[in-house]
Structures are given as C-alpha cells and as structure tokens.
C-alpha cells in the first residue's frame, strides 16, 4: 500500500491539497470579517477581529522547525484537516448559543494556528515528495489550485449565503443582525464537510513526505537552528531596507483589503454602493479573483521578459495607483453594476499583475543564502504582519473618515511603498533575456 502511494500522480493530490489549504486560509482572514459584517458588527470590530487571525500566518516561520521533527509531514496535514473540519463545525454549532461570539473567535483563533500548521506540512510534502523538475512542473497546478480556494469561500460561499438569507430563510438581505445566524452556519456546516472530505481524500493519495536533510533531532536543535536563521538573515547587506519593501510594498492594499467588501455592502445611506452578497460574491469574489489570476500571469511573463530590477517600480505603481478606482466610487457612487464590476476588475487586474515582482524580489533577493526557505518565509510573514497592522486600523479609521476620506487616505499610503520600491537593494544577480530570448545571468 505504501509502495503504491507513492507512484500516485501528483495530480491525485496537489490540486486538492492546496484548495484546502486556501479555503481554509480565506475563510478565516476574509469571509469572517463579511459575516461580522452581516451579523451587525461595525466596520471597526468587524476588520479587526478577521485581521486578528491573520497572526498565526504571521509567525508560523517561528514553530515550522519543529513541525518537521515529529511524524510525518501527511500526519500533520491530515490532522490539521480534521481539526479545521471539526472546528468550522464547532463554529456553526456554537452559533446557535445566547452569547457566541467568543466562542467564535476562540474556535477562530485556535483554528488559525492549526490552518498555519497545514501550510507548513502542505508545503513540506510538495517539497520533499518532488523532485526539483516536478516541482516546476507543478508549480502553475499549485498556484490555480491555490486561487481556486479564494473564489469557491470569497465567491461561492458569500453568493451562497445571501441566497440563503434570502430564499431560504425568507430575511430581508438590506438589514445587518442576528438574522444572518442561520445562513452562516450553514455555510460553516458545508465548509466542514468539505475540509472533512478533503482529509479522507488525502488520507488514501498524498505521499507521507520526506524528512529534510536539515531536520532539528531535538527541541534545542530547532532552536539553535532558527536563531541562527535570525542572525545570518541581519546579516545581509541592506537587509533592513529589503524589510521595509517586505512591509511596505502592499500598505495601501492592507488598508483596502477589508474596507473594499464593507464599501460594496454598506447602503448608500453610509456611504457604500448597497450590494448584496450574492453581488458581492459574483463581483468581489468571482470576477476580482479571476482579474488577479489573469494579471499574475501576464505580469509573471512581463518580468521574466524584461528582467525584475528595470520592472519593479513599474509594477510598485501597478499595485497602487489603480486602487483610485475605489475613490472614484466612493465619490459617485455608481449603481451600474458594470461600472462597480470594471472598478474592482481593474484595480484586482493591477494588483496581480504588480504582485508577482514582491514575491519574486523576495525569492532572488532577499530569500539566497544558507537559510533559504526560511528567509522567504520570514519575508513572507514580513508582508503578513503589514496585513495585520492595517486590517486591525482599518475599520476604526474608516469610520472616523467615512468613505470617501478613508479612500484618500489608502491613496496617501501608496507614498511609503513607492519610497521602499525605488530604494530596494539589488544585491544578487537576476535571470535576464539575451538577445534570443533566452535567459542569462545579469549583474545586480
């Protein structure tokens, strides 16, 4: 039996694994603050409480070391499936008592540390069960099998949950409160029974994973291990202005993130554009996280056709200048829906495209050295925390500006990343197209 799992096809087992992986993600740091937001909440609680749970994403670069020493890698992701199934239906479950929220955020948060732990076993059987070819090879199917996770919760369930408010529950889908209770949990109950279906899957076709050459043989050695992770990274030359691009570069993006869904559901009365969530989940979470797939790829291909150093400020302005569009918005207040959907299409468009040179800046400058992976991944976190910080202020400040103020405001924090963008060092060599379009390597 063993033998035979691992001449499975990764094809049996990628796509699914990393869908899991993302569905649980965005459920827990997106579609949570759209359920505060339908249960009532107001704007300010409602992103703080949903970015508060991006904190074990933050730091799971700190434990993933000794995730690597016990077991096997498909141990933890089946457990972490179990646990996330187990727990999206405790949350529907505990939504049915007097005073649920904080069972809720406790579930919450208890369920993101564990949802950070299938990323770092996910991640581990990809690396380790693949030969670097494989790996490349795989590498499109796992980033759109990761994307797809965003638009079935983002998309999917949030359309799902206003139809279920509406028709089936018979509430009126303009008033905010404790009526949204029914539709959630059945959205909570669906999700689990997925995530659950998921770990039985993976049960029968993922790999166990190697253990990787560096592998910690105690708690001490992980230690050891990752402080000195910490010391070679500061070591590197221009390493603090490389984190204030890691910080930096997605500000303003961090601001919108959760502001963008209220705007399109507040009523006009407040300011928003008075969607529904059925048209919020077509929109925002349909046609937007197609917009973004569709820009990655075109600006993947414009960098690796042009070379990252003589983009990045390019693509700096691709992320921020078109967040405009929700100015503009919050100013008119279209009710075309073709106008509202053009605006999100475009500033999502924009911000993939612009996207890819961060994660590749991070790969080719920040991430080489003795600690690779790891250094990416505090890169990563680096970026993680930006959305934290600004998720948890966004809410309060934009209710103390309104829309209209606040949208200026995330205009005024694309400064701080077009600064970081123009001063990133370039400190290694990068893949560059010759004159045949082949790649050669260039001086930094």
Not at 350 to 359: D, I, K
């Amino acid at each position: 039996m063993h033998a035979r799992k691992q001449h499975i096809s990764p094809l049996w087992w990628v796509p699914t694994g990393y869908f899991t992986m993302a569905l649980g993600y965005v459920m827990l740091t997106s579609v949570t603050a759209i359920m505060f937001k339908n249960l009532g909440m107001d704007n300010g609680k409602a992103a703080q409480y949903s970015s508060m749970l991006i904190l074990a994403y933050t730091i799971k670069p700190l434990f993933a070391p000794f995730v690597e020493m016990y077991r096997t890698k498909k141990f933890f992701v089946l457990c972490a499936q179990v646990l996330i199934g187990a727990g999206f239906a405790g949350v529907a479950l505990a939504m049915a008592l007097p005073d649920y929220m904080a069972f809720l955020m406790a579930i919450f948060f208890a369920l993101s540390f564990v949802g950070a732990t299938q990323d770092i076993a996910s991640d581990g059987v990809y690396v380790t069960s693949l030969d670097a070819r494989t790996q490349s090879l795989y590498c499109g199917i796992q980033s759109l099998s990761w994307n797809v996770g965003p638009i079935v919760a983002a998309g999917g369930m949030v359309w799902l949950s206003g139809r279920l408010h509406t028709d089936v529950f018979g509430h009126d889908a303009s008033v905010f409160g404790p009526q949204w209770i029914d539709a959630w949990r059945v959205i909570f109950f669906l999700v689990a029974g997925m995530v659950l279906l998921m770990a039985l899957w993976h049960a029968r076709v993922m790999p166990d994973g190697a253990r990787a050459a560096n592998t910690p043989s105690s708690v001490g050695d992980a230690g050891r291990i990752l402080a000195d992770a910490f010391v070679t990274l500061f070591q590197k030359p221009g390493v603090w202005r490389m984190i204030a691009f890691a910080f930096l570069f997605r500000l303003s993006i961090g601001f919108l993130e959760k502001i963008g869904p209220f705007f399109m559901v507040d009523p006009a009365s407040r300011g928003g554009l008075g969607l529904s969530n059925e048209v919020l989940g077509i929109v925002y979470g349909t046609w937007g996280l197609a917009a973004v797939l569709l820009g990655s790829l075109l600006g993947g291909l414009y960098v690796a056709r042009r070379g990252l150093k003589p983009t990045l400020f390019i693509l700096c302005c691709a992320v921020n200048i078109p967040n405009v569009t929700f100015l503009l918005m919050s100013i008119y207040l279209p009710t075309s829906l073709l106008v509202i959907g053009a605006g999100v299409i475009i500033e999502k468009f924009f911000f993939g495209f612009g996207s890819v040179g961060f994660m590749i800046y991070l790969m080719q400058q920040l991430a080489p050295g003795k600690y690779t992976t790891t250094h990416y991944a505090f890169g990563t976190g680096v970026m993680g925390l930006c959305g934290l910080v600004t998720g948890v202020a966004s809410g309060h400040l934009q209710e103390a500006m309104g829309y209209i103020g606040y949208f200026w405001f995330v205009m005024a924090a694309t400064i701080p990343s077009f600064i970081a963008t123009w001063y990133a060092p370039f400190h290694h060599a990068e893949a560059a197209p010759d004159s045949s379009g082949a790649a050669k390597a260039v001086p930094a």
